[in-house]
């Protein structure tokens, strides 16, 4: 089945993240992750229905190839849609993920301390989840769309921290980056997301 790009969820004016940023961000990075995610889905269906798969081996062949490809052009594209999912909110705290936040770190001002920390850790991805296995929220990190993540975990907030989602508006500042998507957090859907990733 062919993916399409989903539209932006929001359609307001982000404080600290410009127009421009996120036109680049969704409709050229994220698009074309959805692009290559159909382009390698179309020649592994070539190849898993009766396809030449004979030369297939750990050190490189067609096969190895399109399968790396594929955990990175799928990852690419569902880590942006959680990401953008988040955004478009008044960075106001509520909802039942407020307090399981509250409960795990503390306080809500220990975990975004946390996080952001592990925003300025990281290379790629900041990824709040919840870990089906130990039934808890988990912060994990990934430098690479295809690298940190862990099976059995739904991403509930999602922040990208390469360069390509704040240079234009922060420079090298990434921590100010990090501030404008608490400013631009909606804590309404990241809570929705939990209620949904919990009830699983």
């Not at 382009?39 to 790396?68: C, F, M, P, W």
């Not at 001002?109 to 989840?129: D, H, I, K, P």
Request: glycine residues 8%; charged residues 25%.
């Amino acid at each position: 089945m062919k993916t399409e790009t989903k539209a932006l969820p929001f359609d307001k004016n982000l404080e600290g993240i410009s127009k421009n940023t996120i036109a680049i961000h969704h409709d050229k990075l994220y698009a074309g992750y959805v692009a290559k995610k159909n382009e390698i889905a179309e020649k592994l269906s070539a190849l898993s229905h009766g396809g030449d798969v004979s030369s297939s081996n750990q050190t490189y062949s067609e096969l190895r190839a399109l399968k790396d490809g594929e955990t990175f052009a799928v990852n690419g594209t569902y880590l942006h849609e959680w990401y953008f999912e988040v955004l478009g909110g008044d960075g106001n705290p509520q909802g039942e993920i407020v307090e399981a936040l509250k409960a795990k770190y503390g306080s809500l001002e220990n975990f975004q301390a946390y996080f952001t920390a592990c925003g300025m850790a990281a290379r790629g991805w900041v990824v709040l989840a919840w870990d089906t296995h130990d039934q808890l929220l988990k912060i994990y990190t990934g430098d690479a769309h295809n690298q940190g993540g862990v099976w059995g975990c739904i991403p509930i907030i999602v922040l990208d921290v390469y360069e390509h989602a704040y240079f234009i508006d922060h420079g090298s500042d990434r921590k100010a980056y990090i501030a404008a998507f608490w400013k631009n957090l909606d804590w309404t859907k990241a809570d929705a997301l939990y209620k949904k990733a919990v009830s699983k």
